[in-house]
């Protein structure tokens, strides 16, 4: 099992940028696949991003063109890079680790803790 940790939410205008990290414990980062989901009040956990063992990405259709996805396996981090962020953004961001990279919240048993992220109108 692996230990996640997220960090670099905040509270931003719209229109600006934020940089979420998500560290991992353990010696085995880069056997996993590494996600960010997000769930806003009210609504259900929803697939933000992920990036592959292999380096491969993809994204939710919210955030297509806007996020960008990276992991760096030497430092155990993944990183969501966020900008042209929007009130509809807003939402607690967890990261999540995982054998098989899936767009489902359910296949995924590692999970941090969330970071909240705020974008004023």
């Known amino acids: 099992q692996v230990q996640l940790v997220e960090s670099g939410g905040g509270l931003v205008q719209a229109g600006g940028s934020l940089r979420l990290s998500c560290t991992a414990s353990g010696r085995t980062f880069s056997s996993y696949s590494m996600e960010w989901f997000r769930q806003a009040p009210g609504k259900e956990r929803e697939f933000v991003a992920y990036v592959a063992q292999s380096g491969g990405t993809n994204y939710g259709d919210s955030v297509k063109g806007r996020f960008t996805i990276s992991r760096d396996n030497a430092k155990n981090t993944a990183y969501l890079q966020m900008s042209s962020l929007t009130p509809e953004d807003t939402a607690v961001y967890y990261c999540?680790?995982?054998?098989?990279?899936?767009?489902?919240?359910?296949?995924?048993?590692?999970w941090g803790q969330g970071t909240q992220v705020t974008v004023s109108s």
């Open positions: 999540a680790a995982g054998v098989i990279a899936t767009a489902n919240a359910n296949d995924y048993l590692n």
